[in-house]
């Protein structure tokens, strides 16, 4: 069947684009509204509306052939409606991200959870069951129609992002549905052209409807949990600065609540000293993520009274890097603790800019002078390509919760690179919060001890001290072992100020005075392991057991996992063990809100596994009389379950490396989706010149794509680490450069697959396109475990082994192109 006008590849066009935006508007709507863990439902209703529209198209395929080019009209009409509909429907939803976690209310919630799915799969359904008509309609010009949809896909997903620096987050939608509109008024079939000025009234008409309802009947708001919630609410509160960014929404409030969040002794009141400063609210998504400054005089003495401050106690007039400046604070502070010079680095842009303002309007001479540095660059960007000596490398007590990049600042080399950028005297002081869970302190120390292990450093126990107040931990890493007169003085300072020594070299447990009680708990029974009578602190019993005893086993026998951070296996919080999720789940009231992502992949998973096994066979089953042979649907399974795993794997692989590389997950995640698309749409259209023999295109494209996996494995890492100090421009060209030739090759074996399937058994080309959709909703929570688990190294290795059963699954022969 040919084209009977241009327009349905227009059409195809709009609605790719249009659905792609809609999903990534939902998804920044749950991060803002609710908090981003929960975006993987919206992923997760995406793949499983296109997977289900698959099987019903095979189910029907006669139905839906025979009505096209009405269905062609009229469901990007519906689009319109139900996209608008389902928005509202989730605005309203009642879904409380805490009671989800509480034993007595969670099932209200999973009720709540479905209403979402409710809402919004019937979008992606029908977007799925275009995409997939057009398949069906257009068989022999597979490779064309996929090559539109992803470049439609792609324009989308990029249309959206540039839209984030103009419109509200809550009003994304109405500046996104002319895409379905515009798909609309695309293609009109051949019966109804004469009516064409009707068809046209009625698309505005809807259209109009549906803004109008965007516009003033809008329901979005944040969540009453959310931080921003009761700073909002406060009588007198005020915005006064927004900032519209993909990277978030940021709102700077100013209210009488607002002050400078900075752990202090106890002690504060007999001290003599300044209560922390009023400050400015900067909120992102509705999370407090910094304090900025407010005019008026600034009195700095509190800073004494500080868990932070104690280095500068050993240090005279140090040179700091500071990695964070604590909305600019930080920076302050360093200078009036007696720093010489300061480099402070701010990698987030907005931030950064924030904090620049600040300092550019302080009235201070000193802090605008040569004395300080301010710069945007990572802090593995800086320190791999310095020859500056520090005294101090501080991160700040934020830093880790301010973006997702920042969580590399906190793995086993970047740890390394600090301590090569130290002077002789030098030393890094990492905070962690122990407001939660103790063992994420525990964690990091093993990743300090796994780093200096690293280096050669015989006896990294000699090299860090542990101290700690009730809320948080501060881990000190020297150059040189420390002194017996720098233990004294860590002593004496937390003695004053009532924080606790939680680990020095030669410690004695029993002559250490504990003023903040840390008893250890287990986690399995919510028991006492400490001993009941006295003060205890669980920190400084694991930090024994690592240093001093250098039993391992704590490691491998511990109910979480301790394993270090590395580039290759980021995660901060990524504490939970797949066997202890039976006892996970009876205390999931205990578990951080960080950690919920691998819950919510492992549900993910199980969802996506009863769908794998719906859509696989329930149209073998209707078809059973005209079923090709046996080992041709064995072939076909793999071939396209292999697809659906490896190029999602290696597309989050890619994102997560570009999140390092430029330092922004946004727009790592901006420029990889995008240029994938576009990558693989245009293998998927070149592929259309191998249509009389596709074997050797497919041997060809995974040829391509194993060599990608392997150099990426052994070379990538290194390279990325080689080429920090390029511009940020040069590093966005080098991450395009690096996923063009895989994108290109991934883009060619699907069409070509879908391809042979034309003809006599065309009833099972929307199966198998929904086999694809079914496994690539088990592809992003499966990569995003085995990535947590064992690094994205495995997830390259499974991708390369995914691409191989996809050459030698390929259901037909060289020199054929149909199944037979």
Known sequence: MNWPTKSPLLSLFWVSAGTIAYEISITRYFAIASWSEYGYWVISIAMVGFAISGVILSLFSDFFIKRWQQLLFVIPLLLLLLATVGFHLSTVNPFN????????????????????????????????????????????????????????????????????YWVHPFYLLTVLLPCFALASVAYVPSALRSRRSVMLVTVVAVFAVCEFSLLKLNQAEFNQYKAIYPALHVQGSRVIEQHYSPRGYYMVLKNFTERLDTDLSNNLGLLGVAEPPKTLGLYRDGQRVAALPRAGPYDPSYVKAALDSFPYELLTRPTVLLIGTRGGFRIREAVSLGASSVVALEPDATLFEFVRQGLLGSGDPILRGSRVVLSNRSPAAFVNNTHDQFDLVEIASDFLDQADANKFAFATEAVQGYFAVLSERGMISVPVSTRELTVYAVKMVETVRHALAGLGISAPATHIMVYRSAWNARILVAKRPFAANQIERLRAFCGALSFDTSYFPGIEPETV????????????????????????????????????????????????????????????????????????????????????????????????????????????????????????????????????????????????????????????????????????????????????????????????????????????????????????????????????????????????????????????????????????????????LLALTYGYRLVVMVALACYLAVYLSYPVRRGQNQLV
Not at 675 to 695: E, H, R, T
Request: charged share 10%; hydrophobic share 55%.
């Open 97 to 164: 991200p805490l009671e989800f976690q509480n034993p007595d209310a969670w099932f209200s919630q999973l009720l709540n959870i479905w209403k979402y799915y409710a809402a919004l799969f019937p979008v992606f359904f029908l977007a799925g069951l275009y995409v997939g008509l057009c398949f069906l309609a257009f068989q022999e010009q597979i490779p064309k129609v996929y090559a539109i949809d992803l470049a439609g896909a792609a324009v989308g997903a990029l249309l959206v992002l540039v839209l984030m």
């Open 513 to 784: 005075q504990i003023w903040n009680d840390l008893p250890a708990v287990s986690f399995a029974d919510e028991t006492l392991i400490s001993p009941s009578a006295g003060t205890h602190d669980a920190l400084m019993e694991d930090a024994i057991k690592l240093l001093v005893r250098n039993d391992l086993t704590l490691l491998q026998e511990h109910f979480f996992n301790l394993q270090p951070s590395t580039y290759d296996r980021p995660a901060f919080h990524s504490i939970l063990r797949l066997p202890t999720l039976s006892q996970v789940l009876r205390r999931i009231a205990l578990i951080p809100r960080e950690e919920l992502t691998t819950l919510i992949n492992i549900a993910v998973i199980i969802q996506a596994l009863v769908l794998a096994v719906f859509v696989l066979t329930l149209p073998l089953v209707r078809w059973r009389r005209q079923l090709p042979r046996p080992v041709v649907i064995v072939k076909s399974v793999v071939f396209f379950a292999c697809l659906g795993l490896g190029f999602l794997f290696l597309e989050i692989t890619l994102i997560d490396k570009a999140s390092f590389f430029l330092n922004d997950r946004t727009y790592a995640f901006a420029i990889v989706l995008s240029g994938m698309l576009v990558f693989a749409g245009s293998g998927s259209y070149v592929s259309s010149k191998y249509l009389n023999n596709p074997k050797p295109a497919i041997a060809a494209a995974c040829a391509v794509v194993v060599l990608w996996t392997i150099l990426a494995a052994l070379f990538l890492d290194k390279l990325l680490l080689a080429l920090l100090t390029l511009p940020f421009g040069g590093r966005c060209a080098v991450v395009v450069a690096l996923l063009a030739p895989l994108s290109f090759a991934l883009g060619v074996p699907f069409p070509l697959g879908l391809y042979v399937f034309r003809g006599r058994y065309s009833n099972f080309l929307p199966w198998a396109w929904s086999l694809n959709g079914a496994f690539s909703v088990i592809a992003t929570p499966l990569a995003s």
